[in-house]
């Protein structure tokens, strides 16, 4: 492990989460893995997935860590302590499904994006949206060393350029190119009913995607609500 990287909490011991941590623990990264229960469950759960992770809680995983990836059920983003996340990035990897979430009305607004909601109840934190696009298998099986002509492309949207930045070369380290859209309402490109989400691409076909957002069921809508405002 290096230990001038920054630590990484994964809040969600799910199987995205647990895929993330394999992928940082192979970066070299300090991880810390948390989810509503017993640490010594989660432990036994992602152990044989991603070796030296440390399951513990989640106010630990926030306090220890540098960078928080948020790997919950969308719905869940409210049992998350908006102090403990102060002065943290937090990489926001989740998506609205209501068949898991709910009908969340906050959520079918098509003039904003899920990461904005998650950034406006975290506001002591820079959050950036990425690693939600690809499906958990894909990113365990396609990581690929930089360079290397079969590397898939995960989309990163975010206000701070140097948040950005650093999500960039976690990406990067992680093993796949890193996308930048612009800031972070640019994330709904990435949500579930536009081309890139599910997308398992390489980073020109990644940004082809994006540019054809206005086409996708997700850029419609967005269109027929500034229509409806007058904006359009």
Do not use: C
């Amino acid at each position: 492990m290096v230990r001038n990287k920054p630590a990484i909490g994964i809040l969600g011991a799910g199987r995205l989460g647990a895929v993330l941590a394999k992928l940082a623990r192979a970066a070299g990264y300090e991880v810390w893995i948390a989810a509503s229960g017993d640490p010594k469950h989660i432990a036994a759960g992602i152990g044989y997935v991603a070796e030296g992770a440390i399951a513990t809680t989640a106010s630990e995983a926030a306090s220890r860590a540098d960078v928080v990836i948020l790997a919950l059920p969308l719905g869940k983003y409210q049992s998350i302590d908006p102090e403990s996340l102060g002065g943290k990035l937090v990489i926001d990897a989740m998506n609205y499904w209501w068949t898991t979430d709910g009908d969340r009305k906050e959520f079918t607004d098509p003039l904003i994006s899920s990461s904005e909601i998650v950034r406006d109840y975290l506001p002591f934190s820079q959050v950036v949206k990425a690693l939600n696009h690809m499906g958990f298998e894909e990113l365990e099986e396609e990581s690929r060393p930089e360079g290397d002509p079969g590397r898939k492309a995960i989309g990163i949207a975010g206000d701070n350029p140097d948040a950005v930045d650093q999500v960039a070369a976690i990406v990067n380290e992680f093993g796949f190119d890193p996308v930048v859209l612009g800031e972070l309402a640019e994330g709904m490109k990435l949500e579930p009913d536009t081309e890139a989400f599910g997308a398992d691409a390489a980073a020109d076909e990644l940004r082809a995607m994006i540019t054809r957002f206005p086409k996708s069921q997700r850029g419609l809508r967005l269109a027929r609500a500034l229509r409806q405002r007058g904006e359009l």
